[in-house]
């Protein structure tokens, strides 16, 4: 009678299967820099572990001040990881933004960890 019982208990314990669905939000999040001053002529971030050069638009006006690092586009090359970007401003070929930038991405989504979110040219 106790054989039963324990290939019942066995058989239960093995019918339960571990889900890791994960509900996402519909939100596109993005890292941001504000730079304080003179509008840049040209920006950029350099992923330091491939030293790839990555482009996002601008999508708030001059005045605003704000420059994308990095955004969801990203999320999937850098998910269960946790990376160092350096965002580069420039003002007429000259470099007057340098600022490194740790940003991780869980399943859903890529989160600011660490770096200057504000720069007073």
Do not use: W
Request: with cysteine; aromatic share 12%.
């Amino acid at each position: 009678m106790m054989y039963k019982f324990v290939i019942g208990l066995v058989l239960i314990l093995l019918s339960c299967t571990k889900h890791d669905e994960v509900a996402c939000t519909m939100e596109f999040r993005s890292v941001q820099i504000k730079i304080i001053g003179e509008e840049l002529s040209d920006f950029y971030t350099v992923r330091l572990s491939t030293n790839d050069t990555l482009q996002f638009e601008h999508f708030f006006t001059p005045n605003e001040g704000y420059y994308t690092v990095l955004d969801d586009s990203f999320q999937s090359q850098l998910q269960g990881k946790k990376e160092q970007f350096r965002f580069i401003g420039k003002i007429n070929n000259d470099i007057v933004v340098d600022e490194l930038f740790m940003i991780e991405a869980d399943k859903c989504h890529i989160n600011y960890v660490s770096g200057k979110l504000e720069v007073v040219l």
